[in-house]
């Protein structure tokens, strides 16, 4: 079975242009979540798609980001224009609902292998 | 202040020393990931849980939802488990129910010398 699979796994790019992140989570997840790590900082929450639904943003930085995850399979995540600040690793993990019984939780998160993002 | 700290940050074995990261958190949760980022890879869902203790090999996990703490617990350490180690909590919304929404702590770095 094919992982959560991330597209590029590196992008450089100046400061103003536009970049494209995708990610291919694993076949049948309905849920889709993009984090990212900026240097020296802990992972943070961006969105959540529940097939091609946006259950959660919250996370979202700012107008400058746009995802997208059309026929709910595979996702994009546009930056645009990007800002240094934008620099970071961003990660895609998928999974199946959460599994509800006895008390207890379940759901195994599968996360990507991360795009590096660097702006100049 | 991280909504979900840990410690150490970094923390030194030597093989075959049983090993303990902790992790704390400041708002409600409904549950907690344990994460493994090896160097270079990518980052591996250890544990999902919500009360009690779960264990996988040489692996155990356990949370006090009162105390709102968690801990990851490595028996017979092995240069292998070399990794960070992150704590993830899903946050309780204010206006219940529940949320996918991960906070994550910044993470342990573990190394495991032979």
């Known amino acids: 079975e094919a992982g959560v699979t991330q597209f590029p796994s590196h992008s450089v790019i100046e400061k103003g242009q536009t970049v494209t992140l995708r990610c291919d989570p694993i076949?049948?997840?309905?849920?889709l979540y993009w984090y990212r790590r900026v240097m020296g900082k802990e992972i943070k929450f961006l969105l959540h798609?529940?097939?091609?639904?946006?259950?959660?943003e919250s996370g979202m930085p700012n107008n400058r980001f746009l995802a997208e995850r059309t026929g709910g399979t595979y996702s994009t995540l546009k930056v645009q224009p990007a800002e240094l600040e934008d620099s970071g690793v961003y990660f895609c993990?998928?999974?199946?609902?959460?599994?509800?019984?006895?008390?207890?939780?379940?759901?195994?998160?599968?996360f990507g292998s991360g795009t590096q993002l660097s702006v100049l | 202040k991280n909504e979900v700290e840990q410690s150490p940050q970094n923390l030194t074995a030597q093989e075959g020393e049983f090993i303990t990261i902790n992790c704390s958190y400041s708002?409600?949760?409904?549950?907690l990931h344990w994460l493994q980022q090896h160097p270079g890879g990518g980052i591996v869902s250890l544990f999902m849980?919500?009360?009690g203790k779960k264990k996988h090999g040489r692996l155990i996990a356990t949370i006090n939802i009162q105390e709102k703490h968690s801990s990851l617990h490595i028996t017979a350490s092995h240069p292998r488990d070399s990794a960070v180690y992150i704590c993830?909590?899903?946050?309780?919304?204010?206006?219940?129910?529940?949320?996918?929404?991960?906070?994550f702590g910044t993470g342990t770095l573990l190394a495991v010398q032979p």
């Open positions: 993990a998928s999974s199946q609902d959460k599994e509800l019984g006895t008390g207890s939780v379940s759901e195994k998160l599968f």
């Open positions: 076949s049948g997840h309905d849920n």
């Open positions: 798609f529940v097939k091609e639904s946006k259950q959660d």
């Open positions: 708002v409600g949760i409904s549950a």
């Open positions: 849980l919500s009360s």
């Open positions: 993830a909590a899903y946050q309780l919304p204010d206006y219940g129910g529940a949320t996918n929404k991960l906070i």
